[in-house]
């Protein structure tokens, strides 16, 4: 039976919609109580995907479980394993073989440093995590896996005249990911929508959160131009999942993370 017209559009648009997952550090405090529950709760709210955090690879396991366990927790709950937010370190020596084993075992193919302040704080420090991240990159692409950096306020300190996000990610290659935070970036005095203009092609991994609009602010609830920002990572770049990361105090309840959604899904997300 073919398509038409109208019809034909509606199922492309629906097709090529990006599917939206969870930062489990938004509800880390669940987590750490009972993770298989946590799972189930945010299954239900209708994420499709979900962002472990916190991985050392010291272990091929993620809070006491292994990965064939993990993977068997996100299969029943229909959930996809979106990324993982990783210590640098995960990705150096004898640890990266096993962040590659867990991350095989779970089908994610986006490891992300979530975070190196001591590195992203002077430019031999950029270097060096920009040297970290370009090998690692090239040893993870017969995985087809990717690695990248996650945004936090600290990342957009100036250092000799530009921040230090855009020497890191003028000092990788391409294939190493731009996750942008846009709340966090807006913390630091960064300019998201600045960030994703320079960089077309390198976020295939966006963070949504919200700033300005107070403590119990959730998307859609603050300042930021979000038809902008859709519009920039379906534009310029090739993002394959949105993760929301906003959640109540201390990672406990869902009420916020099932507000963000609902807003997504009425801004047609």
Known sequence: MELRGGTAMKVRREMSKIP???QLYSVR???QKDLPATLKAVAKMGYAGVEPWGYSGEKEEWMGFSGRQLRALLDDNGLKCCGMHLMTGA???DNLARTIALNRELGNKFLIVAADKARMSSMEGIRELAAILNETAERLAPEEMQTGYHAHGFDFVKIEGETAWDHLFSATVPAVVMQMDIGNCVSGGGDPMA???KFPGRARSVHLKE?????DAVIGEGKADWPEIFRLCETLHATE???VEEGGADGFGFDVCRR???ALRRMGK
């Not at 700033?211 to 403590?215: K, L, Y």
């Open 20 to 22: 939206i997952g969870l």
């Open 29 to 31: 405090g669940e987590c």
């Open 91 to 93: 990705l150096q020596g």
């Open 195 to 197: 960030a994703l203009r």
């Open 211 to 215: 700033f300005g609009g107070g403590p």
């Open 241 to 243: 999942w949105y993760v």
């Open 260 to 262: 963000s959604l609902e």
